[in-house]
């Protein structure tokens, strides 16, 4: 069973030599490795996807300071600004991805998925989508099961660690999870779902990790944001039978290979990219603790 | 990590935020460690090592610290104002950052506490995803990853102990992960430290304790419980 989710072709094959849906796959799977019960994952969903949605309301709610003054409310703005730049609906996407990252910026609960720098990202999307469509949440939880699977497929042919695969494998797979489960949530088939986080990673190919002094604060927090729009931009795409040309398990080595060759300072090691800004350099130093002992080199622990 | 990941593992885990390194790996150093002390600390100093010597603040590790000798569970939102509770609860503590031991593991956190005429020292380090590693207890090599049941056991360097103390553990069915012995000093104490698949009964340990040449043992049931 655990080949299932070494690629993308493997999951479809599976499914249709079984004749069940993705979904289906990934509770055999779940099942199969960790001797579950069904019921005790759906229930295990439903509790997740509640975490996500009061990460939206929290943040949307309360006060969001971090403490090195980055964040501060973001997420509340855009939501009350008086002008839609598209449409209402796309204002209150925008701003539930930032709010529920806020919420992990500022020590909120949120859920990692598939990492806690991307916690926003499904949380915004899929609130969104219910709402809109009047979803049940057994479809939301169906889509997070496909987002799972397409992560576990993500985690084993590339990365989903920002210090080792960069932004792309954080944010970016967030955001193919999300593509994925939105367009199985409107009905899409299994090669449209697919073509969903082929395109998804072609968007988000390259991006590096450079967050400022290390926190995960900026450019998280808005990249949160800015995945959430690309899956919805994906999932519209692959919708409509528009094909990513390059399959899905190839743009997913893809990432992997650029992963491979990024530079660590690309790496959440935060000494490049926005990081290594005058701006970024001099945040830094007012947050980050100066007063530091330096032992003596003969002094070290034993 | 072995095996596969689970679909929790991709929708999850629940946590406090921001980092899993940086709260929940550094919330489960301090459960163990106040596990190991056998209580809840009244005073606790908290050095943090290299790369968390800087970042320990912005990342808000200090509080996930103070919650977690608190006893507070990795996803429990009171994390948030660990430090207004323990001043509630009566526990001191002081913080300090040493920025270049290069024997310790990046993120490592050294955690004095003590609770009257009870202390301990524990050398914790957060490795990522909310996994860690104790690497010392009182000066002793311990390695355990508090990730099922851990037991150790402080004794006299007797020739046979290892295999007697895994007899024991074998009658209880308990499977042994993994087993150490580290030894220090020239009183010839050694430190056995013991990772189980399961939980051992209460008699067990109350039997190993009888043993003469047993100086001391500390059981650790799942810390996330
Ligand atoms: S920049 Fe780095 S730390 Fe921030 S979300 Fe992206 S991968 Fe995570």
Known sequence: MSFLFNSFSGWKQYCLDHNISLYEAVIEYEIAQRGKEEQAIWDGLLAAYQVMRDAVETGLREEMTSRSGMINNGAKKVYKHPVAVLSPEFQKLISRALAAKEVNSCMGRVVAAPTAGASGILPGTLYTLQEIHRLSDRSILEGLLIGAGIALIIEEKASLAGAVGGCQAETGSAAAMAAGAMVHCLGGTVDQIFNAVAITIQCMLGLVCDPVAGLVEVPCVVRNASAAAIANSSAQIALADVSAVIPVDECVDAMGEIGASMESKYKETAMGGLAATLTGQDISKRVLIQDIEMLPDEDLPE | ?225
């Not at chain 2, 050095?47 to 610290?65: C, P, Q, V, W």
């Not at chain 2, 593991?105 to 914790?124: A, D, F, M, R, W």
């Not at chain 2, 046979?160 to 000093?185: D, L, P, Y």
């Open chain 2, 1 to 225: 990590m072995s095996g596969k990941s689970s679909v929790f593992d991709m929708i999850g885990p629940v946590m406090i935020g921001p980092s899993s390194s940086h709260t929940a790996g550094v919330v489960r150093i301090a459960r163990a460690a106040i596990r190991v002390l056998g209580a809840k600390p009244d005073k606790a100093e908290l050095t943090f090592y290299n790369s968390f010597a800087r970042t320990y603040e912005g990342h808000g590790s200090d509080k996930a610290i103070i919650g977690g000798l608190m006893d507070f569970k990795t996803d429990d939102p009171k994390i948030k104002q660990a430090f207004e509770i323990a001043k509630e609860q009566g526990l001191e503590y002081k913080f300090k950052s040493v920025g270049n031991a290069s024997v310790y593991h990046p993120n490592t956190i050294k955690l004095n506490i003590s609770k009257g005429e009870q202390k301990v020292e524990v050398i914790g380090e957060s490795l990522g995803g909310g996994l860690i590693n104790i690497a010392f207890v009182d000066g002793f090599n311990a390695d355990f990853t508090a990730q099922s049941h851990t037991l150790i056991i402080k004794a006299q360097d007797i020739s046979g102990a290892i295999a007697f103390i895994s007899s024991v553990i074998a009658q209880e069915k308990a499977n042994i992960a993994t087993m150490s012995v580290s030894r220090k000093g020239k009183n010839d104490e050694a430190c056995h430290v013991i990772e189980m698949d399961s939980g051992i009964q209460a008699i067990t340990i109350e039997y190993l304790r009888s043993i003469p040449w047993i100086k001391q043992i500390i059981y650790i049931p799942d810390i996330d419980l």
